[in-house]
């Protein structure tokens, strides 16, 4: 069910959003943002990417040990040398310079935040100039932190 196919959202920022990511405090470490962003009542948050995005990234809410989570340091989705994984600073979806990553100011196509039930909660990205990306202070802070980080 995770790996539905996205293509085709609605580019509205539910309301929700707000709501749903003002529940996770702590986000500034990988332990903490697994902790904090745990499981809600619509399912798993997950990441997909690519100009259609088409591509599984992996799951935002899971936790560290899940083989899909973002936070998993030796999984797919969170490994540093994958490349399907943000944290990958030389790979599409990690790259500051990547049209496709989280991590870049310019990004053209970063991926999207959504839920299990296909819900649409916005851009994960550190780009302003997107209107359609996630806003909330504290994913923010996190996400400039994680992209400003060496590792």
Not at 8 to 17: C, F, G, I, K, Y
Not at 103 to 129: M, Q
Request: glycine residues 8%; hydrophobic residues 40%.
């Amino acid at each position: 069910m995770k790996r539905l196919w996205i293509g085709a959202l609605v580019a509205t920022v539910l309301v929700t959003a707000t709501d749903l990511f003002a529940q996770y405090a702590g986000l500034m470490g990988a332990a903490g943002a697994a902790k904090a962003l745990s499981r809600t009542q619509r399912g798993n948050i997950l990441l997909f990417g690519d100009t259609n995005n088409r591509v599984f990234l992996g799951c935002f809410s899971c936790n560290e040990v899940d083989p899909d989570s973002v936070f998993n340091t030796v999984g797919k989705y969170g490994s540093a040398i994958s490349p399907t994984s943000i944290k990958n600073r030389i790979a599409k979806y990690g790259s500051s310079i990547s049209p496709y990553s989280a991590c870049n100011e310019l990004a053209s196509h970063p991926p999207v935040v959504v839920d299990e039930k296909g819900n649409y909660y916005g851009e994960l990205t550190i780009n302003r100039l997107r209107t359609k990306r996630v806003t909330e202070p504290k994913v923010m802070a996190w996400l400039t932190a994680f992209c400003a980080s060496e590792d």
